[in-house]
């Protein structure tokens, strides 16, 4: 059964950090895209970064390059999300998923959104 938690999230002032980490279960992780997605208040889910399952190779959202970094670690089936310089409009509910990560963006994959395998999210909020 697959599984995933999203952990890490908090409440920073502008400028502060976070980092965010996705634990997957019940598939290896190794042989996926991951992508990271949040959802603004009042707004639709976003891709905001993705990294490949062959090279590494990685994507990030014009609104986060040079702020945010994303790695993962196969051996522990876990991908992260390094969040620097935080701003307010990077507030919201963060989520993971196996995606098809390109060098254009990020979409979940298909079969991930069928199932709903959509964890619970971590909440970031940024305010002074």
């Known amino acids: 059964q697959v599984q995933v938690v999203e952990s890490g999230g908090g409440s920073v002032q502008p400028g502060g950090s976070l980092r965010l980490s996705c634990v997957m279960s019940g598939f290896n992780l190794a042989y996926s895209s991951i992508g990271w997605f949040r959802q603004a208040p009042g707004k639709g889910r976003e891709g905001v970064s993705c990294?490949?399952?062959?090279?590494?190779?990685?994507w990030y959202g014009d609104f986060v390059k040079g702020r945010f970094t994303i790695s993962r670690d196969n051996a522990k089936n876990t991908a992260y999300l390094q969040m620097d310089n935080l701003k307010p409009e990077d507030t919201g509910v963060y989520y993971c998923?196996?995606?098809?990560?390109?060098?254009?963006?990020?979409?979940?994959?298909?079969?991930?959104?069928?199932?709903?395998?959509w964890g619970q999210g971590t909440e970031v909020t940024v305010s002074s």
């Open positions: 998923a196996t995606s098809y990560c390109r060098n254009n963006g990020v979409v979940p994959d298909p079969v991930w959104v069928e199932h709903n395998y």
């Open positions: 990294i490949h399952s062959v090279d590494s190779s990685r």
